[in-house]
């Protein structure tokens, strides 16, 4: 007779359970868990201290008030029902329309503010409960990732507009004119773009308004391509889109409190108003001369340094490469049109995009070797491309006059330090290729059929 089974596991499975927690990836990522709550707990009492909603207090109300970005709601339930069958998927998307039409019903008739989304964040929530209560093993964990991942898509646009407001709050001084001085070894692209746009207006500049602020629903479009066979594999791949995407959402606005800028458009344009240093955007290049740091507001956020629009869009070029013709295509129109933007509407200088390529590439490298695991070529690079962005932001605040001084030597020596990054990963990424796809060992040959000897 069998013996009944019993709820306490035994020696063996404990022992196979502490095993498992030992294992050096667990650990790695219950770390990173514990960081990213520490850092989102962290942001909501900064936000709080000055008089705002943080983060997770933002995400919590869009459960009942009206979200801000009802898109972005919907994206993150994309990236959720990428873990689920077609039907599931079908059944989410019908009860998240269903939710969000009771809820316009209710707001329609009180005279509260309009707005969707709210389904799709109940249907997150739903399949987090789902997964808790009905799921177990493998599959529990598989449908945790995709609510985790569709929550942080969320949580990372929150947490952006926490720093930016942190970012304005803090920082009551800028540092536009070492940039705008140091930009005169590349040309001072940003004056010159801006007359550009200027000129196309008023195609260009819807085109590139579109494209600008459309930036992370490409990306979305992208993952869920890099993502469409999880819910037949039952597992997500070593790496995709939406991870760089949001490391590097992550780590880019502390670099803003090192290194405050505006902009061009505010330091040195018309909407700086009062603050900027004088109306010269785009028709007159800056004045020379010792740079100084400036007074400014503390309402527009010092998000210039480096171009994190730029970092995405290189992001999102790169993995592009991996898809059809037409993806590939659009994930170049979409880096240089969102170059053309940055530029163009005097958002950034053309030092803040030379940072910013180097910066995504840095970040990239460093996501990609840590779904390999070690790898010592992986670290030089990550290791140089911190190396070349430390230089370049230690040479825009201390060196801008001789680099405007020396544009010849300052200006192609930029170029070549970016490009240098590039160069490393791509040779670090071809290499990757090569030890991925097998190489075919040629067959050996038939041994000769013998012959008959002849009579």
Same mark, same amino acid.
């Given at each position: 007779?069998?013996?009944?089974?019993?709820?306490?596991?035994?020696?063996?499975?404990?022992?196979?359970?502490?095993?498992?927690?030992?294992?050096?990836?667990?650990?790695?990522?219950?770390?990173?868990?514990?960081?990213?709550?520490?850092?989102?707990?962290?942001?909501?009492?900064?936000?709080?201290?000055?008089?705002?909603?943080?983060?997770?207090?933002?995400?919590?109300?869009?459960?009942?008030?009206?979200?801000?970005?009802?898109?972005?709601?919907?994206?993150?339930?994309?990236?959720?029902?990428?873990?689920?069958?077609?039907?599931?998927?079908?059944?989410?998307?019908?009860?998240?329309?269903?939710?969000?039409?009771?809820?316009?019903?209710?707001?329609?008739?009180?005279?509260?503010?309009?707005?969707?989304?709210?389904?799709?964040?109940?249907?997150?929530?739903?399949?987090?409960?789902?997964?808790?209560?009905?799921?177990?093993?493998?599959?529990?964990?598989?449908?945790?990732?995709?609510?985790?991942?569709?929550?942080?898509?969320?949580?990372?646009?929150?947490?952006?507009?926490?720093?930016?407001?942190?970012?304005?709050?803090?920082?009551?001084?800028?540092?536009?004119?070492?940039?705008?001085?140091?930009?005169?070894?590349?040309?001072?692209?940003?004056?010159?773009?801006?007359?550009?746009?200027?000129?196309?207006?008023?195609?260009?500049?819807?085109?590139?308004?579109?494209?600008?602020?459309?930036?992370?629903?490409?990306?979305?479009?992208?993952?869920?391509?890099?993502?469409?066979?999880?819910?037949?594999?039952?597992?997500?791949?070593?790496?995709?889109?939406?991870?760089?995407? #949001?490391?590097?959402? &992550?780590?880019?606005?502390?670099? !803003?409190?090192?290194?405050? +800028?505006? /902009?061009? =458009? *505010? %330091?040195?344009?018309?909407?700086?108003?009062?603050?900027?240093?004088?109306?010269?955007?785009?028709?007159?290049?800056?004045?020379?001369?010792?740079?100084?740091?400036?007074?400014?507001?503390?309402?527009?956020?010092?998000?210039?340094?480096?171009?994190?629009?730029?970092?995405?869009?290189?992001?999102?070029?790169?993995?592009?490469?991996?898809?059809?013709?037409?993806?590939?295509?659009?994930?170049?129109?979409?880096?240089?049109?969102? #170059?053309?933007?940055? &530029?163009?509407?005097?958002?950034? !200088?053309?030092?803040?995009? +030379?940072? /910013?390529? =180097? *910066? %995504?590439?840095?970040?990239?490298?460093?996501?990609?070797?840590?779904?390999?695991?070690?790898?010592?070529?992986?670290?030089?690079?990550?290791?140089?491309?911190?190396?070349?962005?430390?230089?370049?932001?230690?040479?825009?605040?201390?060196?801008?006059?001789?680099?405007?001084?020396?544009?010849?030597?300052?200006?192609?020596?930029?170029?070549?330090?970016?490009?240098?990054?590039?160069?490393?990963?791509?040779?670090?990424?071809?290499?990757?290729?090569?030890?991925?796809?097998?190489?075919?060992?040629?067959?050996?040959?038939?041994?000769?059929?013998?012959?008959?000897?002849?009579?």
């Amino acid at each position: 007779m069998n013996p009944l089974p019993t709820r306490i596991p035994s020696r063996r499975d404990r022992g196979a359970l502490r095993a498992a927690v030992r294992r050096p990836r667990v650990l790695l990522w219950t770390a990173a868990g514990a960081v990213t709550l520490g850092f989102l707990v962290a942001l909501e009492f900064a936000a709080r201290h000055y008089g705002v909603r943080g983060p997770v207090t933002e995400q919590a109300r869009e459960v009942v008030f009206a979200p801000d970005s009802g898109p972005l709601l919907y994206a993150g339930l994309a990236l959720t029902m990428v873990v689920l069958t077609w039907r599931q998927r079908l059944v989410a998307a019908g009860a998240a329309i269903g939710i969000d039409v009771v809820f316009w019903l209710v707001r329609w008739a009180v005279g509260a503010d309009m707005n969707f989304g709210n389904g799709a964040l109940w249907v997150v929530l739903g399949c987090a409960v789902v997964a808790v209560t009905r799921r177990r093993g493998g599959e529990r964990a598989l449908l945790l990732k995709g609510v985790g991942l569709g929550l942080l898509l969320v949580a990372g646009h929150k947490t952006g507009d926490t720093w930016l407001l942190i970012t304005s709050e803090t920082r009551k001084t800028v540092l536009d004119p070492y940039v705008a001085t140091a930009d005169q070894a590349l040309g001072n692209p940003s004056w010159l773009v801006g007359r550009f746009v200027e000129a196309t207006e008023p195609v260009g500049d819807h085109v590139l308004h579109l494209v600008y602020g459309q930036l992370p629903l490409a990306a979305a479009l992208v993952g869920l391509y890099q993502l469409r066979h999880v819910a037949v594999e039952r597992r997500f791949p070593s790496h995709h889109l939406v991870r760089t995407f #949001l490391v590097i959402g &992550l780590l880019g606005p502390a670099v !803003y409190m090192i290194f405050p +800028v505006v /902009g061009p =458009v *505010f %330091a040195y344009g018309a909407d700086g108003g009062q603050w900027a240093v004088a109306d010269l955007w785009p028709h007159t290049l800056p004045p020379g001369g010792a740079p100084h740091a400036i007074p400014f507001d503390d309402i527009t956020p010092r998000n210039c340094m480096p171009s994190l629009h730029t970092a995405w869009a290189t992001t999102l070029f790169l993995h592009s490469r991996k898809g059809s013709r037409a993806m590939r295509f659009a994930g170049t129109f979409w880096l240089v049109a969102t #170059l053309t933007a940055t &530029l163009g509407f005097g958002y950034h !200088y053309g030092a803040d995009l +030379v940072a /910013g390529v =180097v *910066f %995504a590439l840095t970040v990239e490298t460093a996501m990609r070797a840590f779904a390999r695991g070690r790898d010592r070529g992986a670290v030089r690079l990550v290791v140089h491309g911190a190396a070349v962005f430390s230089v370049l932001l230690v040479s825009y605040r201390y060196l801008p006059v001789e680099m405007a001084e020396h544009p010849w030597a300052a200006g192609p020596l930029l170029v070549l330090a970016m490009a240098s990054v590039i160069l490393g990963h791509v040779r670090t990424t071809r290499r990757w290729e090569a030890q991925a796809v097998p190489v075919r060992q040629p067959e050996p040959p038939h041994p000769a059929e013998p012959q008959p000897e002849p009579v």
